[in-house]
């Protein structure tokens, strides 16, 4: 993985576990609903894995995912960043919120690195 500082790291876990929360009130949502909750469940679970699989690389925590697992977690994760790429176009410069996608995407992209390192 490429270096990154501490402080960084801790920016973009927080940015990924933000996203978790997010993924987990939402499919919350739509199971109370009573909706297909298929697509958001599959969401969720690729980014609790690649959240692990960022806190292994970077703190040293155990990741123990099988290789099946891993690799449709970063499908998941790679089908996500284009709509975020997206978000960020539209966000008003210097707003929060483009502040909030551009740590969004960067530790989607720290992600997928995390994650090829572990298919290797």
């Known amino acids: ?3 990154v500082s501490p402080e960084r790291q801790t920016l973009l876990i927080k940015s990924m576990q933000s996203t978790l929360s997010k993924l987990e009130k939402t499919y919350k949502n739509m199971i109370e609903k009573g909706s297909n909750a298929t697509l958001a469940k599959k969401r969720l679970d690729a980014v609790k894995i690649a959240l692990d ?4 690389a970077w703190y040293g925590t155990e990741f123990s995912y099988e290789k099946e697992n ?8 790679v089908d996500i960043l284009p709509s975020v790429e997206k978000q960020y176009g539209n966000a008003k410069e210097g707003s929060p919120q483009k502040t909030l996608l551009e740590r969004r995407i960067a530790s989607i992209e ?11």
């Open 110 to 120: 720290a992600a997928i690195e995390a994650l090829d390192a572990h298919t290797q």
């Open 70 to 77: 891993i690799l449709e977690a970063r499908n998941v994760i």
């Open 53 to 56: 699989s960022l806190e292994n």
């Open 1 to 3: 993985m490429k270096a």
